[in-house]
C-alpha cells in the first residue's frame, strides 16, 4: 500500500486506514473515471459531517420499486446486470429502496442516504466508464449494509474536493459523507465500486 494512504488517519477517530476485505462478485466482467485514484483497496473512513443534499422520500414510488423488484431480480440473491444508461439509475434507486425499506426493515433515513449513493455510484459507472451495463449488489450482515456497483472499466476514480456551490462531480463527496466505510476493489475485468454503512438490526 502507497505510504501515503498507509498512514491516512479516520476523520472521525483516528483509525488507520485498512485493506479491503471486499467481496467480489462472482463472473466479474482502461481509461480514468474521472473522480479515487489511488484508492483501490483501501477503505474510505466516514466524514464527521452529513452532506447537505437534496432529500429523495422512500415513501414515493414505492409501487414501482416493487415492480422493478419483480422485473429485474433481487440484487441480494444474485448480482443485477442493468444497461449503462441514464433511466438505469432510477431502476437502481428502486430497487435499493425496496430492499433497504421493505426487506430489510430499516429506517426511511437510512433507505434515503442508501438510495442517495446508490444513485450517485451508478451515474458515475454511467457516465464515465463507457460500458454496456453494470452490476448491482446488496449484501446485509449483523450491523452492517454493502452496496456494490460493478462496471467492466479498471480505471480507478478519484474523490476530489467539492465546493459548497458545486452542482457537478459531488458523488464521491457524497459517498464519503454518508457512508462508514466506502472503497474500489479491483477485478480481473473491470472493479467494484462499495460503501458499507453501520445498521440498527432489529
Not at 433515513?109 to 446488496?138: I, K, P, Q, W, Y
Not at 450482515?141 to 480507478?156: A, F, H, K, N, T
Request: with cysteine.
Amino acid at each position: 500500500m502507497p505510504s501515503a494512504y498507509a498512514d491516512r488517519k479516520a476523520r472521525s477517530g483516528g483509525a488507520r486506514g485498512a485493506h479491503s476485505t471486499g467481496t467480489a462478485p462472482e463472473g466479474a466482467g482502461g481509461g480514468h473515471d474521472g473522480g479515487m485514484a489511488g484508492l483501490e483497496g483501501i477503505e474510505q473512513p466516514r466524514g464527521p459531517a452529513r452532506a447537505i443534499a437534496a432529500r429523495w422520500s422512500p415513501a414515493v414510488e414505492d409501487e414501482r420499486a416493487l415492480k422493478a423488484l419483480e422485473l429485474y431480480g433481487n440484487p441480494t440473491e444474485a448480482e443485477v446486470t442493468l444497461p449503462s444508461l441514464p433511466e438505469s439509475a432510477a431502476i437502481a434507486r428502486r430497487l435499493a429502496q425496496v430492499v433497504v425499506l421493505r426487506q430489510w426493515g430499516l429506517t426511511p433515513r437510512m433507505t434515503e442516504d442508501a438510495v442517495l449513493l446508490v444513485s450517485e455510484l451508478v451515474g458515475n459507472a454511467v457516465r464515465h466508464t463507457g460500458a454496456r451495463a453494470f452490476g448491482l449488489r446488496m449484501r446485509h450482515r449483523r450491523g452492517w449494509i454493502r452496496i456494490e456497483v460493478r462496471d467492466p472499466s479498471r480505471g480507478l476514480p478519484c474523490l476530489m474536493p467539492v465546493q459548497e456551490l458545486d452542482v457537478s462531480g459531488r458523488g464521491l463527496f457524497l459517498v464519503d459523507r454518508l457512508a462508514d466505510r466506502w472503497g474500489v476493489d479491483l477485478l480481473p475485468r473491470g472493479k467494484t465500486t462499495w460503501f458499507e454503512m453501520r445498521v440498527a438490526d432489529r
